[in-house]
């Protein structure tokens, strides 16, 4: 029985796949058609996977002109049907990924990319365990200047940011609930909320699952509903790495550990330090962010976040339970060890993201990789290795990277790079007005 025959009242379905940017891309199908739909899958053409941020094709792209824009073939992932409780009639997504016309995966697909590194772990007969922390800023857009909205209780605007309040949580109470309803729907394990650093900033984190693809599944779907919900309140959400100049940016967080096929997280054993394949981990996610930073800041707004003392890391180094460093080994029980990975934006792509932190961890248990001391007190005003400093240096450093390959196959570099020159080449012509227009509520 299919999951629609338990759902009468669903009037419409979309199907989409994330293309390389994490933008949704598919079709608007109606429920008589479906029953096709998850037999058979549906088609559109690869290079629809590899659009600009503007939903263009990349110009030297072999995936358009070269290949005759050849079709792929476009199946539903394990995800199943997921509601869409954000519209205003009852209607579902069903989430694809993409194939070649023989049954391979298609290169491109960033989710197949995450299913690759996951499928590397389980030949050594381990599992990622996954979390990430969602940062989102709520905005009232309807004017010339973005501002924090109006609380909907008291009609005021907070004129300063409020870490961990209680009261700025309640300023938006109805928004949160409505948010924590439709994640109960559309199985997105959404733990705590807090408020953040910025004005009409939040956190949401999603709690851990020993599943890395529903892990990204859940961060792309909660974007989703995110920037869905908050429209239906009369304001926008944005997950733009720093919409405001003057106060903090958006991250997206990963903590993760690793279980063995008995369930013991391998990076735990009985003391503070953490076992050797915690130190291997870190020492190969530490090797990845000067490589893989096009990931973790993947467009033009993406480094404006990544300055000192911004609550985001700029050195490169480790430490427990320290906020500054880029890779962070929190406290707690000996036994929960795990790694938090601090650099990227909220404007990642949840697919590509996750993939590159756990293949650079990989990489470091399988090179048996030490890292340097982790480092105590302020990072900032340390002399640490840097995180690419602009998003040139970043495509530069990502084209030219051994270990990027070692994660990603030639394919996607080679469109990822292609789609970032491309954007870049457009983004410097636009005013900031634009370029704030470009990402608010699109990445």
């Known amino acids: 029985m299919s999951w629609l025959d338990d759902h009468p009242e669903v009037r419409n379905v979309r199907c989409g796949a994330a293309d390389l940017n994490g933008q949704a891309r598919g079709k608007r199908v109606p429920r008589r058609f479906a029953d096709k739909l998850e037999k058979e899958g549906t088609r559109f053409p690869l290079s629809v996977l590899n659009l600009d941020i503007w939903g263009e094709d990349i110009d030297d792209s072999p995936l358009v002109f070269e290949s005759g824009d050849a079709d792929g073939v476009l199946l539903p992932t394990e995800r199943g ?9 009852p209607s579902a997504i069903l989430p694809l990924w993409s194939f070649h016309e023989d049954g391979t995966p298609f290169g491109g697909d960033p989710r197949h990319a995450l299913a690759s590194v996951v499928a590397r772990y389980a030949e050594r007969g381990l599992t990622p365990v996954v979390a990430t922390e969602m940062e989102f800023y709520l905005i009232d857009d309807s004017g010339r200047d973005i501002r924090q909205p109006k609380s909907p209780r008291s009609g005021k605007r907070r004129a300063g940011a409020e870490v961990l309040s209680l009261r700025a949580l309640d300023s938006f109470d109805q928004f949160f609930n409505e948010l924590y309803d439709a994640c109960d729907i559309m199985d997105i394990p959404a733990e705590a909320a807090i408020s953040e650093g910025g004005i009409g900033q939040f956190e949401v984190n999603l709690e851990h699952v020993p599943d890395a693809l529903k892990a990204a599944d859940d961060a792309w779907l909660f974007k989703m509903l995110v920037r869905g919900t908050a429209r239906n309140h009369g304001m926008a959400a944005s997950f733009m790495a ?37 130190h291997n ?20 707004n993406s480094f404006e976040r990544l300055v000192p003392g911004s609550h985001a890391p700029t050195g490169i180094c480790w430490a427990y339970d320290n906020r500054t460093a880029s890779v962070r080994v929190p ?49 900032y005003t340390q002399k640490l290795p840097q995180v690419p400093h602009s998003w040139g240096a970043a ?17 996607l570099v080679v469109n990822f790079v292609r789609t970032k020159r491309q954007e870049m080449h457009y983004f410097q012509e636009l005013s900031p007005e634009e370029q704030l227009e470009l990402y608010l509520d699109t990445v």
């Open 81 to 89: 049907y997921v509601p869409m409780p954000w519209l205003s009639s």
């Open 395 to 411: 495509i530069d450093a990502f084209e030219g990277s051994t270990l990027a390959r070692r994660i990603f196959n030639d394919e």
């Open 331 to 379: 406290g707690g029980s000996f036994q929960a060890r795990r790694i938090e990975h601090r650099v990227a934006g909220g404007d990642v792509n949840p697919y590509l993201f996750i993939a590159a932190v756990l293949g650079s961890a990989l990489v470091g248990i399988e090179d048996d990789m030490k890292p340097s001391d982790p480092i105590t007190g302020n990072a």
């Open 242 to 278: 720093k919409p405001y100049p003057d106060y903090a940016g958006n991250g997206l967080h990963m903590h993760f550990s690793v279980i063995d096929s008995k369930g013991n997280n391998v990076f735990a054993n009985d003391t503070h330090e953490g076992s050797p394949l915690l």
């Open 281 to 300: 981990a870190i020492a190969g996610c530490l090797a990845g962010i000067p490589d893989l930073a096009l990931i973790f800041a993947p467009h033009g």
